[in-house]
DNA sequence: GCTGGAC
DNA sequence: GTCCAGCAACGCAGA
DNA sequence: TCTGCG
């Protein structure tokens, strides 16, 4: 069984064993999704997140490119503190689906592109509900959206496919991390003033009261955040999924959008 | 999922 | 021939 | 400097 000349293996191993989804039936998601998530993944370094034997059994992360990758895989040498890493760059189809037949079920991506890995092109806030009360989280996605576009900002919003959202904003690449992550915190922290008993900017869970958590400490070097349409590993078999900011009163839920019915609602969308 | 090293 | 470990660091902020 | 965090 081939799919853009990428031969798939074990097609019927069962990846979310829950919901009797396959390997080819992951891939095949990937296949579809193409056309949308490409664009999320051009240019920038990935981190893996695979689940060869299904999410029901341990999986790993994965930075490095393999070195038995072929040679259509587009990888990037990437500084680290003591060191290179070799990272992939998936900028077409057949290499999301070679990606996804290695059990890849998560993309995780930077928030910098390959022309200059220092200076990030979005700024992103990525919102953590406390337990799991949706609710509130829900509601502080429209809180935050209203707050920065009144700072002159246009936030985007979508899904984690998880358990919140995540809302950012393009930039131009022309600052580096401190400064954009400084701006970011700027900005959390006004919304925190404004919103006290919804928002918190506490790092340490025992100091979060049930609220909120506004993380911006994903604009920093070499950090990622979820590509939208990454499938995540949990039994809903959730999608990261972007909104516009009026489909999100019908959002109840952060894994909403699924494997499954993920192509109903873009079918609907025009 | 796939490889390479240990046995 | 079979078995099995490895497959990610990093940077920040607060204590 | 060490630790929790994601
Ligand atoms: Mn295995
Ligand atoms: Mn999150």
Redesign the pocket.
Known sequence: MKIEEV?I??PE?L?FPGKKIT?LDMVKYYDKVADKMLPFLKDRPL?LQ?F???IDQ?G?????A???FPDYIETIAIK????T?TQVICNNRKTLIYLA???TVSF?IWLAKKEDLFKPDKVVF?L?PPKDSFKKVKDAAGKIGEFLRKEGIEPKLMTSGKSGFHIWYSVKPDKN??DR??EA?ALANKMEEEYPDLLT???????RENKV?I?Y??N?????SVCPYSLRPIQSCGVATPLEWEELATIEKADQYTLTNLFRRLGQKK
């Open positions: 031969e293996s074990n191993k990846i390997k981190t695979r060869p034997d299904g341990d790993f992360y994965q930075k490095n393999s070195d038995y680290t503190e003591e060191g890493n037949n290695l059990g995780h990525d953590d991390f401190d992550r400084k915190k900017t506490a790092i340490r869970k025992n100091k958590f993380d400490l994903r920093a070097y070499g950090q990622t």
